[in-house]
């Protein structure tokens, strides 16, 4: 039987009933397992109740069902936090797939530094490769200066850039937000609520508001040898472009201006120019041009609720 380690891990969850299998059954294969594992589902369907009420050989860990009280990646882990009964808690995406150890290398690297308030694992299929001259130009236009890697950044305007894995690169590598496909925090580093009530639905960059309110106090890092693979699955989130623009640009300009306080109007143009690269980067695909007009409505839409709305501090439910 694997040693219980004294984690509370949150998984939120709708309609991924069979990717939320395979992530378990990759979850009783680790060495050590949490204490609790809490999953709030906002399914349509009964499928993952019965996932989780189900036996699953090698698992230890009691799985803890709730329903959803509201739809959300961010809204329902505040509801999971509710549950929770341990000083450390793992976020944990729903279709992620755990590499052996994965967990044991993520608490030895927490523990081994009371500084750090939480450390990632490394996406083996979604990671930072070196950015061309174009890329490397926009970087260093809204960094402000060069970096021989922007690895595990996040610049200018909320730009996050994903960690690097090389060889060459410690086990543990300091970086300046985290994700939250599977991520352990200090509880006590963690702001309560978790997430303010702007992350809603797809709740896009809910991970680097997060990461980046706890970096203020705490040092976060990348534990590259605990190793995850992300079998991102399609859903209703996602799949209207319109919103997903619109979203990006309105929660980015909150993490811009809210979490690091970047509020001057040279701030403001390295926003402009990054949604605009965006915009043109999708131009490469035929999809790209037939979403245009949805996209830009998107902007448009983000633009004028940015002009008039008033956002509060992260937390705040007004």
């Not at 060495?31 to 993952?48: A, K, M, N, R, Y």
Request: glycine content about 6%.
């Amino acid at each position: 039987m694997p040693q219980l380690l004294p984690i509370s891990a949150i998984i939120p969850t709708r309609n991924r009933s069979i990717p939320l299998l395979r992530m378990l059954q990759s979850f009783s294969q680790q060495s050590v397992q949490p204490l609790e594992i809490i999953v709030v589902d906002g399914s349509t369907h009964d499928d993952t109740q019965q996932v989780c009420q189900a036996s699953i050989p090698g698992l230890a860990t009691p799985i803890a069902y709730y329903r959803a009280t509201e739809i959300g990646a961010a809204t329902q882990r505040n509801q999971a936090m509710q549950y929770t009964t341990q000083d450390t808690i793992w976020f944990l995406d729903d279709d992620i797939i755990l590499e052996p150890d994965c967990l044991w290398r993520l608490w030895k690297a927490l523990q081994s530094d009371w500084s750090l308030g939480g450390v990632n694992a490394m996406i083996t299929n979604q990671r930072y490769l070196p950015p061309g001259w174009i890329s490397r130009t926009l970087f260093h236009f809204l960094h402000g200066h060069s970096e021989k890697s922007y690895a595990g950044k996040c610049i200018g305007p909320a730009l996050n850039l994903l960690p690097e894995d090389r060889v060459d690169l410690p086990d543990v590598v300091p970086v300046e937000w985290l994700n939250t496909t599977c991520v352990l925090y200090r509880r006590q580093a963690l702001p309560q609520p978790l997430f303010s009530s702007l992350f809603t639905g797809y709740s896009l960059m809910e991970d680097v508001t997060l990461s980046l309110i706890v970096g203020k106090q705490w040092k976060l890092a990348n534990v590259r040898t605990a190793r995850i693979f992300h079998d991102s699955q399609p859903g209703e989130h996602k799949s209207h472009p319109g919103v997903v623009a619109k979203m990006d640009l309105v929660n980015r300009h909150y993490v811009m201006t809210c979490i690091l306080d970047r509020r001057q109007f040279s701030d403001y143009v390295k926003l402009a120019v990054l949604q605009w690269f965006g915009i043109a980067a999708s131009l490469v695909s035929v999809k790209g041009w037939l979403y245009l007009p949805t996209v830009l409505r998107g902007k448009v839409s983000a633009v004028r609720e940015i002009i008039s709305s008033k956002y509060g501090t992260p937390g705040d439910k007004s």
